[in-house]
T-cell receptor, first 115, second 113 residues
Framework: GAGVSQTPSNKVTEKGKYVELRCDPI?????LYWYRQSLGQGPEFLIY????????DSGLPNDRFFAVRPEGSVSTLKIQRTERGDSAVYLC?????????????FGEGSRLTVL | EDQVTQSPEALRLQEGESSSLNCSYT??????LFWYRQDPGKGPEFLFT???AGEEKEKERLKATLTKKESFLHITAPKPEDSATYLC??????????????FGTGTLLAVQP
């Protein structure tokens, strides 16, 4: 597809379970971002990849959160031992290089609900 | 601490009634200020980038302006299809490799016909 694709669009899980959220960026975009958006709030930065490496993971809230991008394209956000406070929409975005414009292309998000 | 504050939280306009949304920011060195539009259930959609005080950008009924402390998004003669949440974000000069954006909480705009 032409845009950023995120799966699943909705995920309901129980407290303590493990979840994986997938992001397929726009083809050719080397920069990839994960943000988290709670109801009524703006997106909150989690992690930024440049190619395969995490250039900035300062937004990951704790060590239960981890993200990978092994081949520099698709990325997976992994959350261990989920808590009710993890419930939010997880947004993925990508951008082309040279990246310094802040023009990010966002997917529609994965809505995570932890019961 | 870098911070972005948007006002008002919500705004209801009649079709054709022009107004402005405010974004005030505190950042240790501004690399850029960005406006995004977000429709319900969708990801944010990029609108504008502003880099320096005095800069202006226009797109259809929208015009964004920037000063050293705030940005305004002016909406001229809005239509119902302009209804959305408008998000402001800043990118700071941390001196490192990060390109992260710091977002405000947004202004929910409703334009009634």
């Amino acid at each position: 597809g032409a845009g950023v694709s995120q799966t699943p669009s909705n995920k309901v899980t129980e407290k303590g379970k493990y979840v994986e959220l997938r992001c397929d960026p726009i083809s050719g975009h080397t920069a990839l971002y994960w943000y988290r958006q709670s109801l009524g709030q703006g997106p909150e930065f989690l992690i930024y990849f440049q190619g395969t490496g995490a250039a900035d993971d300062s937004g990951l809230p704790n060590d239960r959160f981890f993200a990978v991008r092994p081949e520099g394209s698709v990325s997976t956000l992994k959350i261990q031992r989920t808590e009710r406070g993890d419930s939010a929409v997880y947004l993925c975005a990508s951008s082309a290089q040279p990246q310094n414009t802040g023009e990010l292309f966002f997917g529609e998000g994965s809505r995570l609900t932890v019961l | 601490e870098d911070q972005v504050t948007q006002s008002p939280e919500a705004l209801r306009l009649q079709e054709g009634e022009s107004s402005s949304l405010n974004c005030s920011y505190t950042v240790s060195g501004l690399r850029g200020l960005f406006w995004y539009r977000q429709d319900p259930g969708k990801g944010p959609e990029f609108l504008f980038t502003l880099y320096s005080a005095g800069e202006e950008k226009e797109k259809e009924r929208l015009k964004a302006t920037l000063t050293k402390k705030e940005s305004f998004l002016h909406i001229t003669a809005p239509k119902p299809e302009d209804s959305a949440t408008y998000l402001c974000a800043v990118q700071a000069s941390y001196g490192g490799a990060t390109n992260k954006l710091i977002f405000g909480t947004g202004t929910l705009l409703a334009v009634q016909p």
